[in-house]
């Protein structure tokens, strides 16, 4: 059990004394409830003797009033310390579940699907959550007052009556430990259901656009009924269980009942016990009742608890393959200059290497441009860089040190890197080209928007750099989204800035307006321009040719055309492409 929740140890470190008075409280009041019963025998009891004055029932009448209020102050202090700190459970469990999740490695994102990971962080926590509240509430009000008062009614009244009214207790142990199994595992297929129904939706919404493009509304509804039925067959197979578990269990517990009435009621009669006893007995008996089919909800929370408990801990186990090691050097800065020695790279589940035999250094202030047919290997350069995967020691050197043993803090502060994919967030404009540097302003925003020409396109919003974006930049168009991750990247001011493919969805015209406003940035920057256009590389110090994962021609825009290979082909094929396109035009 310690070990299935071991991920909350520091919570239970700092929040155990909340508990341990939360549990004095709850006590408190199932102390005071006891004397109830007590106190209704002896009142039974004085007014069948005929002793019973005004004046005395008073005096009961304000005890169980004063017992009463001190029930409901001390009620209120241990919902506000047990309920109270699983609220902070939930708080500090779900923080520890999103801080690991940002620590984890690319390959575990692509093995997990969001709405999974949503399922995670809301349904799972919950339940959790509900463990160590009102589990725990229902869990000691249930082993302290059974024990209370079954010691009360042994210490004080017939042993005989005690045993009769106490005889269904096995039967309800026994039926908890035979259901409890049931109801953990049915109840885990339960949580995978909702996960799956969660991605579904989640991914149905996200591409909600392309769903309408193809008009598959009707087929997309289909599917999610389908998945829909799938969570309500889990909940029902889980609901057969328990719903017949809660009903044995109450008919079990009203047995003793069944049984004080008739065997009590004729001890009665013959004078054995008095109607004081007997109307002590059965309210004793009313409180123990309660936690004897209260087990039945212990089980259930515990159970979903401990089985929503498992789903985290496996991702909690999963550790990040890309991380800081334990020899990191000491590097506070990267200056910018770039190695690959005999680079080879394989992604863990191809089965053949993506990049081979790469060997090749850049100076610190020059630009690289890369280029390469559809999956030549282009992009798994830039991802070794910034380290969303890590290359085999000695293969990738930054400033002459290993890039495994610089800090990735340090490492992805100093590299500015625009992606393929342009992700944006929902937030405003100036918040999305600021997202990557610790402070700016909004001059430095104004002026990066400048350089990446997108400024004029900004400032014709109704809110121009105030404006929000829908998800994923959608309110943006494709060469809009592009420019502004360039903004994005140049705000940090990086070391090196890596340009994947980012001027695709930008005509010849505005891309060679954003070269040259990147001409005086690249001043002193290491640059790598990866591109499937001659245009955008033919101004870099040196140029690659990638194919088939391997360098198959170096060197500079002159000496790649006169060299007549795959550089040369591609480059006169783009000058008749764009001739045409001229051509087209007039």
């Known amino acids: 059990m310690k070990q299935r929740f071991r991920v909350l140890d520091d919570f239970f470190a700092k929040y155990r004394y909340r508990y341990v008075i939360g549990v004095i409280f709850f006590l408190i009041v199932d102390i005071l409830q006891l004397f109830v019963p007590r106190i209704l025998g002896n009142i039974t009891d004085r007014f069948r003797a005929g002793v019973l004055t005004t004046q005395g029932l008073l005096r009961y009448v304000l005890l169980i009033v004063g017992i009463a209020l001190f029930v409901a102050i001390g009620r209120y202090f241990w919902r506000m310390y047990l309920l109270g700190t699983a609220r ?299 380290r969303v995967w890590d290359p085999s020691p000695g293969e990738l050197f930054i400033d002459g040190t290993d890039i495994r043993k610089i800090p990735l803090a340090v490492l992805r502060r100093d590299i500015g890197y625009v992606p393929q994919d342009n992700f944006l967030f929902s937030t405003t404009l100036e918040q999305n080209i600021g997202f990557g540097a610790s402070e700016f302003s909004r001059e430095d925003v104004v002026q990066v928007a400048e350089i990446a020409g997108v400024r004029d396109d900004i400032e014709a919003f109704p809110d121009g750099f105030d404006t929000v974006i ?10 809009q989204k592009q420019r502004v991750t360039i903004a994005r990247a140049l705000i940090k001011d990086p070391k090196i800035l890596i340009l994947d493919d980012c001027f695709s969805a930008v005509d010849t015209e505005t891309e060679e307006k954003i070269l040259e406003s990147l001409r005086d940035v690249r001043q002193g920057r290491t640059t790598i321009l990866i591109s499937h256009r001659i245009s955008t590389l033919k101004e870099a110090d040196e140029i690659i040719v990638l194919d088939d994962g391997e360098i198959v021609e170096q060197g500079d825009h002159e000496s790649l055309v006169a060299a007549g290979g795959l550089y040369a082909e591609i480059h006169r094929r783009q000058l008749l492409e764009a001739e045409l396109s001229s051509d087209e035009e007039i």
């Open 470 to 479: 829908g998800e994923r930049g959608v309110t943006l168009s494709g060469g």
């Open 88 to 386: 902070l459970l939930d708080y500090h469990l779900r923080n520890k579940f999103f801080a690991h999740l940002e620590t984890l490695s690319a390959d575990f994102f692509n093995r997990h699907k969001t709405g999974e990971l949503m399922a995670h962080a809301t349904n799972d926590i919950h339940s959790v959550r509900h463990a160590f509240g009102q589990g725990i509430v229902l869990a000691v009000d249930a082993v302290f007052l059974t024990l209370s008062v079954v010691s009360i009614m042994v210490a004080t009244l017939d042993i005989r009556l005690v045993l009769l009214g106490l005889l269904p207790l096995p039967f309800v142990a026994l039926v908890v430990t035979r259901f409890s199994r049931l109801i953990h595992s049915r109840f885990l297929k339960v949580q995978e259901a909702f996960a799956g129904l969660t991605d579904f939706v989640q991914e149905n919404l996200s591409g909600i656009r392309v769903v309408k493009a193809f008009v598959q509304e009707e087929a997309e509804l289909g599917k999610f009924k389908d998945s829909n039925e799938t969570l309500i067959a889990a909940n029902m197979h889980l609901v057969k269980v328990w719903g017949l578990f809660w009903p044995l269990v109450q008919y079990l517990s009203g047995l003793s009942f069944v049984v004080v009435l008739g065997y009590g009621g004729k001890l009665v009669v013959l004078g054995d016990i008095s109607l004081g006893d007997f109307v002590a007995f059965t309210g004793y008996l009313g409180m123990i009742i309660w936690p004897m089919m209260a087990i039945g909800w212990v089980v259930n929370i515990l159970q979903r608890g401990m089985a929503s408990m498992d789903r985290l801990n496996k991702i909690f186990d999963v550790m990040p393959k890309v991380r800081d090691r334990d020899d990191a050097a000491d590097i506070l800065e990267i200056s910018g200059e770039i190695e690959f020695r005999n680079l080879t790279f394989k992604y863990p589940e191809a089965s053949s290497p993506t990049l081979r035999g790469i060997t090749l250094n850049v100076p610190r202030g020059k630009t690289l441009g890369i280029l390469g047919r559809t999956g030549s290997g282009k992009s798994t350069l830039t991802n070794l860089l910034v």
